[in-house]
């Protein structure tokens, strides 16, 4: 079964630590990952894909296929990080499913 | 337009009407998706249009839902006879192919609440 599942509903932090979002998928084919944000009171929104390599506002996220596992790692978290974030896998059949959601506070 | 709008933004309505949620993608995307979002149940999937192909509607949870898509642009989420569990917030995405690969671009969502 193709499933993503985050672990944490919530994550708690000190600005300034360092921070990860867990995600695990299963899927048996050759995964495209995606890492959205939500903050408070805006539309759901890309943060990040694993085919570009990139890092977004700080946060990077390396595809693990040993694991399974695409984590969203920041090293020092900022109060403006706090948001709700999702992991999503597109199965190729042409629609992301979507993890249940991890809400990171970043704390002063 | 510049981005996906959806109307409207809330919507109360009473146990057993019908409901009609728009959504208007992002010219020249060909892909749009309807996802619910509730507390704690994350995204879920509920149908997804490409072009002129058949839609992918096996994410609406009962025959009470429907979606259609005129034109290959605007399209309509009609939930009948409205139920209490149905409360949630209807997301629209669109994006320029098809699969996902360049990510989604959503809308602001309409907030239904059914009394």
């Known amino acids: 079964a193709q499933r993503v599942t985050q672990p944490e509903k919530l994550l708690s932090v000190f600005k300034g630590a360092p921070v990860e979002l867990k995600c695990n998928y299963s899927?048996?084919?050759?995964?495209?990952l995606f890492w959205y944000v939500q903050y408070s009171r805006q539309r759901l929104q890309l943060l990040l894909r694993?085919?570009s390599r990139e890092s977004i506002k700080g946060f990077t996220a390396d595809l693990n296929k040993g694991e399974t596992s695409f984590h969203l790692k920041k090293p020092f978290a900022q109060e403006e990080d706090s948001a709700m974030y999702y992991c999503a896998l597109n199965n190729q059949g042409g629609k992301l499913i979507f993890g249940q959601g991890t809400e990171l506070s970043v704390k002063p | 337009g510049a981005g996906v709008s959806q109307s409207p933004s809330n919507k109360v309505t009473e146990k057993g009407k019908d409901v009609e949620l728009r959504c208007d993608p992002i010219?020249?995307?060909?892909?749009l998706y309807w996802y619910r979002q509730s507390l704690g149940q994350g995204l879920e999937f509920l149908i997804y249009?490409?072009?002129?192909?058949?839609?992918?509607k096996s994410g609406l949870p009962s025959d009470r839902f429907s979606a259609e898509r005129t034109g290959g642009s605007v399209s309509t989420l009609t939930i009948q006879r409205t139920q209490q569990e149905d409360s949630a917030v209807y997301l629209c995405?669109?994006?320029?192919?098809?699969?996902?690969?360049?990510?989604?671009?959503f809308g602001s969502g309409t907030r239904l609440t059914v009394v």
């Open positions: 010219s020249g995307h060909t892909a």
């Open positions: 249009f490409q072009g002129n192909s058949a839609p992918d």
């Open positions: 995405a669109s994006s320029l192919r098809d699969r996902g690969t360049y990510g989604y671009t």
């Open positions: 899927y048996s084919g050759s995964p495209e």
């Open positions: 694993h085919i």
